[in-house]
């Protein structure tokens, strides 16, 4: 574990009548969670020379529920960072499997097929990688010179006293003080930090729930690893998803909006195992497979619910942000994109020595305008008819020219994998 000696200085703590050596760190800047957007954070401020603290309650590898689809928009930003780790760590490694396909399950009958030629080069449409691979390998890149990577260091609190934060937290059963002149909440969807901001507000009609249980030997994958997706038939706003992943394993997984669940007084995991075990369009792929775990819940915060992502000495990344798109349900790649903006609002607030509010102004315009056409959708189709998103996309899916249309979508889709990311930090 690397602490940089020149950060840390030592108070006097007294506990239970015993005088006790509490360390206190010293920082610009700690960033709270090493996930996805944390680590990228880090990563890009390592990218400018920044030096800081990342702290994470998790020792890594650990495990992170999600259905492991991992967008372009991840391979965009791991681009920005290095060509390098995308064709020559990523492309070819087994712990990523190569996605060349979609397929949309409507019924037993009705299944539908999408695939893209595979070409030399190109990359694939979707990569699925178990995240207690995908994420220690992210933070495997964390630069030692620029970042004070402190795992198994849980946040219990944060208050602000003189414009600076003091962030207590408990490692190896210690407790440990860290002074910052900012903070960056990436502590995901639980996260300690919103709730001492007083943030951590939850509207069901922005929030999904969803779950995960990891399987071995499910039939009927081919060798386009296509991401499958099942639009059971009366559950609006809902999918059951089959992602396949490497040694015959997938990710197989569903989720409801939060609102739909109440509503409708649905219990997620009661319907997750009616669907694979009775459902006649899925249920025959398990007949002669095993499942890896009980299935595992956990909460997905949707970008149409705008956070408070920035204030007087902190920002939010990733699912802290509630950055989560609603329709498709992906957070990993608009978490990582926060983080990259994230590092170049951090970057003009240390060479401007100033970590007040209006030193972040327009950081929100940044991360939500790339997800503005995304909540558009969703909440239009909350408006008109929730009913009516999985009946067009399988109305869509059923026309002639779907196949040809999601040619054209993906390769266009595959084309921005390069593009960097800009950010516009003036008004
Ligand atoms: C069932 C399900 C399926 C999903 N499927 C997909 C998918 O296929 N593709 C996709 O793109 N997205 C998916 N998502 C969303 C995705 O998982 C999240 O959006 C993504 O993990 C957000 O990354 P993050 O870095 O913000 O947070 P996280 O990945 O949650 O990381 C937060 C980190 O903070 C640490 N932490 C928490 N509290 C503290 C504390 N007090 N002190 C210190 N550290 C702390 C945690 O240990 C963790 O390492 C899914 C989500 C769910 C629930």
């Known amino acids: 574990m690397n602490i940089h000696l020149p950060h840390l200085i030592f108070n006097a703590h007294i506990s239970c009548n015993t005088r006790m050596l509490q360390p206190t760190i010293q920082t610009k800047v700690c960033i709270i969670g090493a996930g996805p957007a944390g680590a990228t954070t880090s990563l890009f401020l390592s990218k400018k020379n920044i030096r800081h603290i990342i702290v994470d309650a998790a020792s890594f590898p650990r495990d992170k529920v999600c259905g492991d689809a991992i967008d372009l928009k991840v391979m965009r930003v791991l681009n920005q960072l290095d060509p ?6 990523i492309i070819q490694n087994n712990h990523f ?11 037993k009958k009705k299944q539908l097929h999408f695939d893209i030629d595979k070409q030399d080069g190109s ?9 207690a691979y995908f994420d220690n390998f992210l933070v495997s890149k964390l630069d030692p010179v620029y970042a004070d990577f402190m795992q198994g260091t849980a946040v219990k609190s944060i208050r602000r006293e003189n414009n ?7 490692r190896n059963n210690e407790p440990l003080t860290i002074k910052a002149d900012m903070i960056v909440g990436a502590d995901g969807d639980h996260s300690t930090v919103l709730r001492c901001l007083g943030e951590r507000k939850i509207d069901r009609a922005h929030y999904a729930g969803a779950l995960r249980q990891y399987w071995k030997g499910i039939s009927g994958f081919n060798e386009q690893n296509r991401m499958e997706v099942y639009l059971p038939k009366s559950l609006p706003l809902a999918y059951l998803w089959i992602f396949p992943l490497a040694n015959d394993e997938a990710n197989v997984g569903c989720g409801l909006v939060s609102d739909l669940i109440k509503k409708n007084s649905i219990d997620l995991k009661k319907l997750f195992h009616q669907l694979i075990t009775e459902d006649p369009a899925i249920a025959h792929r398990f007949a002669g497979a095993t499942p890896l775990e009980k299935p595992i819940g956990w909460g997905l915060p949707f970008a149409s619910q705008q956070r408070n992502v920035y204030g007087d000495g902190y920002l939010l990344v990733g699912d802290a942000a509630s950055l989560v798109c609603p329709t498709t349900g992906e957070g990993i790649g608009p978490g990582m994109i926060s983080g990259l903006i994230a590092a170049e609002f951090i970057a003009r607030a240390i060479e401007h020595d100033r970590f007040d509010k209006s030193i972040f102004t327009n950081y929100d315009r940044e991360i939500y305008k790339r ?5 558009r959708k969703y909440k239009l189709v909350k ?6 998103y999985n009946s067009v996309i399988k109305i869509w899916a059923s026309t ?3 196949g040809y249309l999601f ?6 889709w595959m084309r921005t994998a390069s593009k960097p990311i800009e950010v516009d930090m003036d008004d």
């Open 84 to 89: 390098n780790i995308v064709q020559n760590e």
């Open 371 to 375: 997800l503005r056409s995304d909540v």
């Open 400 to 402: 002639g020219v779907s």
């Open 164 to 170: 600076k934060w003091i962030i207590t937290a408990i």
């Open 383 to 388: 408006k008109l008819s929730p009913m009516l």
């Open 123 to 131: 990359l694939p449409f979707f990569l699925v990688s178990k995240r």
């Open 97 to 107: 499997t190569n996605s060349w396909g979609a397929s949309v399950i409507i019924s």
């Open 407 to 412: 040619k054209l979508g993906a390769k266009k």
